[in-house]
């Protein structure tokens, strides 16, 4: 009686839903191979394909030209900065105005009414208007194209593409604030009776020419730099607070063409500055259109109480062609320190 119940207990009847069950799975089996299609077999060759290449970056190695080849990313780019940096703004745009128009009349006030820089000098509101608007495009292109590629660093790591992107769509979106500026400082030097002569525009080329090398230059070195090193941002923004006082457009430049008498190598210096350069190449096509013509005598000023000033370097032309030559050739050579170290950025970041 026992050995009956055992053999009927739980134990036996589930070990026949399992022999149940395989059962149901070999039939199900055995219907799904007759209904599959009979393929003859394919008697030929076997062949192995195989790509005798070594491997290479995914991100293309074009370089600033592959940039310019790409204009369609480029504005894409260019767009997600503007909505990333307008984004939950009311005044939007007009935040890229509000700083450089406070600090116009900060300056303007204390370098013009305060050290009373503004007497015996003709249009000082355009020669410090023309230094400001030419150095917020500067520091905010070095400053911007510095934080590009850590800011954009999901961009970077899933997308094919030139990686240079960045920092040149940071210095369109500095052009993208700077052109209205510019707009407006047209506007005032109309009204103020500008006069446009040759030698103006060939200091206006050169100026453009050696801002957007210069910029674009330390744009990508820093950029790269700022990948491995995230101090390089709050150096740059700690050089760049000084900016302002290195180049000639809250004082005359005549002041600091007195030192080449009493401190050359300072002049020297000071004049290496590709910026302040820029600046004086930039005045030399606005502010100095607006000067009268009976102030102006050669490359400086009469000053109403006799004498003159020079307020433009006797070798301006001779120094910005050779300046837009060495911005030049500094461009080429961040290219290509950038191209020798973007394979590395993946893993740092």
Known sequence: ??????????????????ADAA????RLARAKAE?????????????????????VQPAPHGGIIEVLRQPYLLRLIVSRLLASMYAASLLGLLWSYIQPAMRFAIYFVV?????????????????????IVFVHYFTETWSGGTRSIWQNRSLVMKMRMPRETFPVAAMV????????????????CVLSGWHISISGIIAALLGVGILVCISLALGLFFSALNVFYKDFQNIVQTLLQFLHFMVPMMYPFSRIYQLQHVHPWLYQVYMANPVAEAVLLMQRFFWWGVVPANRKQGSGLIQPGGGHTVEFPPDLFERGLVMLVACAVLLYFAQRFFSRVEGKFPERM
């Not at 009373?116 to 000098?121: A, K």
């Open 1 to 18: 009686m026992r050995a009956a119940n055992k053999a009927s207990g739980p134990g036996s009847d589930q070990k026949g839903r399992r």
């Open 23 to 26: 059962k149901r799975a070999r």
């Open 35 to 55: 209904s599959m299609p009979v393929v003859a077999a394919f008697d030929g060759p076997r062949l192995e394909r195989r790509v005798d290449a070594p491997l």
């Open 111 to 131: 370098f013009g009414f305060v050290f009373n820089l503004h007497q015996g000098f003709p249009s000082f509101a355009i020669h410090l208007f023309c230094g």
């Open 173 to 188: 979106v500095a052009a993208y604030h700077t052109f209205p500026q510019i707009l407006v400082l047209i506007f005032i």
